[in-house]
């Protein structure tokens, strides 16, 4: 069965730059969330997208900024990176998100912020 | 407020043996729902299974099996004769229907090891 797909799986940064994160959903899957595992740390809930429109924000930095475009894939835009950036960005996706369906996780994107 | 806690950090046994990972939540929603999720050394989120706040039946799933008892806002997770391939960090995860957008609230994670 086909899975999230996460890209790029890994990568590396220097303080201030900018990286973009892609994520593709399971087919026929109209939401997605966006979560930061920090070292040792369980997943924290950054943002979600139901039918393109955002749908709920956690703990975001104003530095980051996602979209969900018309093909239902998104994308987690981070600038101006810190150090403290660096952890394991996980994409889920679900269908129709009403509260009861399971979220699916992708393999997730390792940064490293230098 | 929702909370997840999964108050054993650490847990190591040898194989064969049997072990159950706790799993304590608080909501205040009448509806909820309640998930456990095991990564691997390799990093993925693997999903093992859903409950439903109105649904108090007990599931087994090969070694597998989960016992959910609203009385204690308990959900526990039990794995019968462990293997070395069951080594990971096991995540229970609470989502209440007042989640608007649908995030997961996590627990702490609890890092089995199971030596062979």
Known sequence: AAGVIQSPRHLIKEKRETATLKCYPIPRHDTVYWYQQGPGQDPQFLISFYEKMQSDKGSIPDRFSAQQFSDYHSELNMSSLELGDSALYFCASSFSGRGEETQYFGPGTRLLVL | ?116
Do not use: H, M
């Not at chain 2, 909370?3 to 939540?25: M, N, W």
């Not at chain 2, 204690?72 to 209440?96: E, K």
């Open chain 2, 1 to 116: 407020a929702q909370k997840v806690t999964q108050a054993q950090t650490e847990i190591s046994v040898v194989e064969k043996e049997d072990v159950t990972l706790d799993c304590v939540y608080e909501t205040r929603d009448t509806t909820y729902y309640l998930f456990w999720y095991k990564q691997p050394p390799s990093g993925e989120l693997v999903f093992l299974i859903r409950r439903n706040s109105f649904d108090e039946q007990n599931e087994i799933s090969g070694r597998y099996s989960w016992n959910f008892q609203k009385s204690t806002s308990s959900f526990n997770f039990t794995i019968t004769a462990s293997q070395v391939v069951d080594s990971a960090v096991y995540f229970c995860a609470l989502r209440g229907e007042n989640n608007q957008g649908g995030k997961l609230i996590f627990g702490q994670g609890t890092e089995l090891s199971v030596k062979p």
